[in-house]
Nanobody
Framework: QVQLMESGGGLVQPGGSLRLSCAAS????????MTWYRQAPGKERELVAR????????NYADSVKGRFTISRDNAKNTVYLQMNSLKPEDTAVYYC?????WGQGTQVTVSS
């Protein structure tokens, strides 16, 4: 059974940083593309960043380029999202996606 468990969300001031983690189990983690999505209130879920199975290729939404960094540790079956220079518009529930499955999400709120 595929399980994805996000953590690391919280309340942060504009300009601050957070690091999200997604611990995965139940599938061959190192063989799968890993993706972070987010969904703000009243908006559709959108892709934030993804990282290839081999870990060498990454893609980002234009809105987060230069501020967010996705990485993975195949030994720990974990994918990370380092978020810097956070803005109020980054406020959303952040979800991990892989192997046709979703995590439960972690709330990120950027507010002064």
């Amino acid at each position: 059974q595929v399980q994805l468990m996000e953590s690391g969300g919280g309340l942060v001031q504009p300009g601050g940083s957070l690091r999200l983690s997604c611990a995965a189990s139940g599938f061959a983690f190192r063989e799968y593309l890993m993706t972070w999505y987010r969904q703000a209130p009243g908006k559709e879920r959108e892709l934030v960043a993804r990282i290839a199975a081999a870990g060498g290729s990454t893609n980002y939404a234009d809105s987060v380029k230069g501020r967010f960094t996705i990485s993975r540790d195949n030994a720990k079956n974990t994918v990370y999202l380092q978020m810097n220079s956070l803005k109020p518009e980054d406020t959303a529930v952040y979800y991990c996606h892989a192997a046709n499955s979703w995590g439960q999400g972690t709330q990120v709120t950027v507010s002064s």
